[in-house]
């Protein structure tokens, strides 16, 4: 079955950080752009991150860019998205997707989504 499968997030604290993982089943990550994309309660869905396999480069909004990190292991088909010093801002639920990105303001490209993470910044 072909599926991105997602764990991590959670509740922490203001300035705490948290990982998020993202598991290719039935497919081979190294072959797609991987982007993470979040959507806040009431908004509209944002662009976190994108990884861009024909450059091999990493985008980030300016609203993580420093903080969030995005890294992969492709022996094991799984992609990362290290957040630190988390906001309240960031709160919101992350979903990983694959197809083309060359930014991380581009989400309209993504054909499969993972089922998306809570992660929830509150004192």
């Known amino acids: 079955q072909v599926r991105l499968v997602e764990s991590g997030g959670g509740l922490v604290q203001p300035g705490g950080s948290l990982r998020l993982s993202c598991a290719a089943s039935?497919?081979?990550?190294?072959?797609?752009?991987i982007g993470w994309v979040r959507q806040a309660p009431g908004k509209e869905r944002e662009g976190v991150s994108c990884l861009t396999r024909s450059t091999g480069r990493t985008s980030y909004a300016d609203s993580v860019k420093g903080r969030f990190a995005f890294s992969s292991d492709a022996a094991k088909g799984i992609v990362y998205l290290q957040m630190n010093n988390l906001k309240v801002e960031d709160t919101a639920i992350y979903f990983c997707?694959?197809?083309?990105?060359?930014?991380?303001?581009?989400?309209?490209?993504?054909?499969?989504w993972g089922e998306g993470r809570s992660v929830t910044v509150s004192s």
């Open positions: 039935g497919f081979g990550l190294e072959y797609y752009d």
């Open positions: 997707a694959r197809g083309s990105c060359l930014t991380a303001a581009d989400i309209y490209g993504f054909d499969l």
